[in-house]
């Protein structure tokens, strides 16, 4: 059954700042959901608190705007409630890496089959433009009356010593590169952890689209601006590791190719799919290991009434334990 872009998108104006690069990221995760064919009732998407809490507002599918860094436990819940349905949590770089960086930490050690989704632009853009975790020591954005004195956090590495069993980077201003992206982490079976590079035009003026572009970056040979990001894909990086594992020499191989990639920055900027193990079960067969039932009989979909509405639970054992004699 083939689906149309418009049959994700709601009636609600978006309302982002002019420029911002979430919008590029609405239309890539419309696209990649109708060219999947996952039909709209079955996508739960969660967010956060920030800029980035909007995202269900404006993607037609089952929305849930929850905590502040708290989207990955409320997305790992429903996912693990009803395996089923195509989960994806989403937020910010100060949402994810911040307040809620110790749910990202522990998503790492289950490997729950659901896509993780940041956008990263280095700021708090919902309370003006604060330096986030990202942000790296001694940048100064407008918003910012000194240097920021923090390190920044790399969350590709943080999401590799995490466990994530999938992390990729694209761009929010290339929609058909998220797309893909996108696309790809949804498939793979197990945590996927996609960063977003995005540019917040109202508060960061350092990572913005002329600067990824390379406006400011003349090759010396042509004289014209070369861009700063490049495609693993294009280069013959190979980021699988395969169901039936790699030996230890080849394995230790893979880890040091992505780790010299994940810290690449500067003049030229990786983007496109850095890790991809494939050997890693998922906690969904790991409970499927103790509990044979659980994905014929999962809690999402057990019944909870009868066909005249009284409840199949009895509780009245509990209730005879609490009971207060004498």
């Known amino acids: 059954m083939a689906f149309k872009v418009a049959e994700y998108k709601t009636d609600l104006h978006i309302d982002w700042c002019p ?96 896509t993780y989704i940041v956008a990263n632009n280095g700021v708090y853009g919902l309370t003006k433009g604060q330096a986030s975790p990202t942000l790296r020591l001694g940048m100064k954005t407008k918003s910012l009356p000194k240097p920021n004195i923090n390190e920044g956090i790399n969350p590709l590495l943080l999401a590799f010593a995490s466990g994530y069993t999938f992390i990729a980077r694209t761009y929010s201003y290339d929609v058909r590169h998220q797309v893909e992206t996108f696309k790809k982490g949804i498939l793979h079976r197990g945590l996927a952890y996609i960063d977003v590079l995005q540019g917040c035009p109202t508060y960061n003026d350092l990572w913005t689209k002329d600067w990824y572009m390379g406006r400011d970056h003349i090759d010396p040979e042509t004289g014209k601006p070369q861009t700063r990001l490049y495609r693993l894909e294009d280069t013959g990086y190979d980021p699988v590791i395969p169901p039936e594992g790699l030996s230890q ?18 003049d030229r900027i990786p983007i496109g799919v850095f890790w991809k193990d494939e050997s890693v079960s998922t906690y969904e067969d790991r409970i499927r290991a103790t509990a044979p039932t659980y994905l014929d009989w999962p809690p999402a979909l057990r019944p909870i009434c009868d066909a005249e509405g009284w409840p199949l639970t009895d509780i009245r054992k509990f209730l005879d334990e609490l009971r207060v004699t004498g």
């Open 19 to 114: 420029g911002c690069g979430d919008f590029g990221i609405t239309s890539a995760l419309q696209q990649a959901l109708a060219e999947l064919e996952v039909e709209p009732h079955n996508v739960a998407l969660f967010s956060g608190i920030g800029c980035s809490g909007k995202f269900p507002h404006y993607i037609n599918a089952y929305g849930i705007h929850t905590l502040h860094g708290r989207p990955l436990p409320f997305a790992i819940g429903c996912k693990l409630a009803n395996p089923y349905l195509t989960v994806i949590a989403i937020g910010g770089d100060g949402d994810g890496l911040g307040i809620g960086v110790g749910h990202f930490v522990n998503a790492g050690r289950r490997n729950v089959d659901i």
């Open 249 to 266: 020499a080849e394995y230790e191989g893979r880890v040091a190719q992505f780790v010299q990639k994940a810290l690449e920055w500067g």
